[in-house]
């Protein structure tokens, strides 16, 4: 398992940007497929971003296509989300996961390893 911790939310108005960093521990990092959920109150945990082992390829809810861009930094063991012309509706705890499926899927139940979480509040 890698453990995995998130940076980088805060409080920003609508049509603003914000990056996520998600850093992680351990060797094996590189394998790993890596995603981006977020939850926000009252609501279930929603997928937003996926990204396969190499960067190769990334998959993303409709919500957030256009709009967020996720990558990642091998070197690093750091997976990041920009996030652009954030919405109100933006707003959630966003979390970052790893999946020793490497592909990046968008189901939770692929991802064995979670952060924390790191608050995002867009406002109006």
């Known amino acids: 398992q890698v453990q995995l911790v998130e940076s980088g939310g805060g409080l920003v108005q609508a049509g603003g940007s914000l990056r996520l960093s998600c850093a992680a521990s351990?060797?094996?990092?590189?394998?790993?497929?890596m995603a981006w959920f977020r939850q926000a109150p009252g609501k279930e945990r929603e997928f937003v971003a996926a990204?396969?082992?190499?960067?190769?390829?990334?998959n993303y809810a409709d919500s957030v296509k256009g709009r967020f861009t996720c990558s990642r930094d091998n070197a690093m063991n750091t997976v990041y989300l920009q996030m652009n012309s954030l919405k109100p509706e933006d707003t959630a705890v966003y979390y970052c996961?790893?999946?020793?499926?490497?592909?990046?899927?968008?189901?939770?139940?692929?991802?064995?390893?979670w952060g924390q979480g790191t608050q995002v509040i867009v406002s109006s």
């Open positions: 996961a790893a999946s020793k499926d490497g592909s990046g899927s968008s189901y939770a139940s692929s991802y064995a390893s």
């Open positions: 351990g060797r094996t990092f590189s394998f790993y497929g």
């Open positions: 990204i396969n082992w190499s960067g190769s390829n990334t």
